[in-house]
């Protein structure tokens, strides 16, 4: 049985995560544009743990931040209009569907933005430590970045599997 295709209008909670997500876009693209003219020739490419540089590479891979964020923006629009192509932990009725739905596509906006701050954040700190005005990403950074990913997709999994087969209370 093929699953309902539903238009999902987006709540507060989707409005302020597509907000925050293409604010930070816009930061990160801000920041190449004018940061490109003020890195070095040489730039930090990788960062170890704890937040420190540990390889250093030409100034063109500048770029390769910037356009990961477009690419990831793009996809996760374009991913956002098809949750009945998802796969789901649950089986998906004509029930529990739109709740389903909604809960798969919050995790998908949440993740964006949640991915556009931290690579705005990156491309900042490059641009800083390739000048000497910063030593790093911060010991904080990778701890904190795995706790939210992995925070947020331990929620929605725990709101699929109690929600699998009823409808829901209404989101307030």
């Known amino acids: 049985m093929p699953r309902p295709k539903l238009e999902l209008a987006p709540r507060a909670a989707d409005r302020w995560l597509n907000a925050i997500a293409t604010i ?9 544009v004018v940061g490109y003219a003020e890195v070095p020739e040489t730039i ?33 629009r374009w991913l956002l209009t098809r949750p009945h192509r998802f796969n789901y932990p649950v089986r998906i009725t004509a029930d529990n569907a ?24 990156l491309h900042y700190t490059i641009i800083e430590t390739s000048q000497g005005e910063a030593e790093g990403l911060g010991g904080w950074f990778t701890p904190l970045l795995l706790v939210t990913v992995v ?3 331990g929620y929605y999994f725990y709101l699929a599997q ?6 829901p209370p209404t989101e307030r």
């Open 151 to 153: 925070g947020a997709t």
């Open 24 to 32: 930070s876009l816009i930061l990160l693209l801000a920041t190449a």
């Open 162 to 167: 109690r929600h699998r087969a009823e409808t």
């Open 44 to 76: 930090p490419i990788h960062f170890n743990v704890r937040g420190r540089p540990d390889d250093y590479g030409s100034r063109l891979y500048f770029w390769i931040v910037p356009a990961m964020g477009v690419l990831l923006f793009l996809f996760f």
């Open 98 to 121: 739109e709740y389903q739905y909604r809960i798969a596509t919050r995790l998908l906006r949440t993740l964006l933005a949640v991915i556009l701050l931290a690579l705005t954040y």
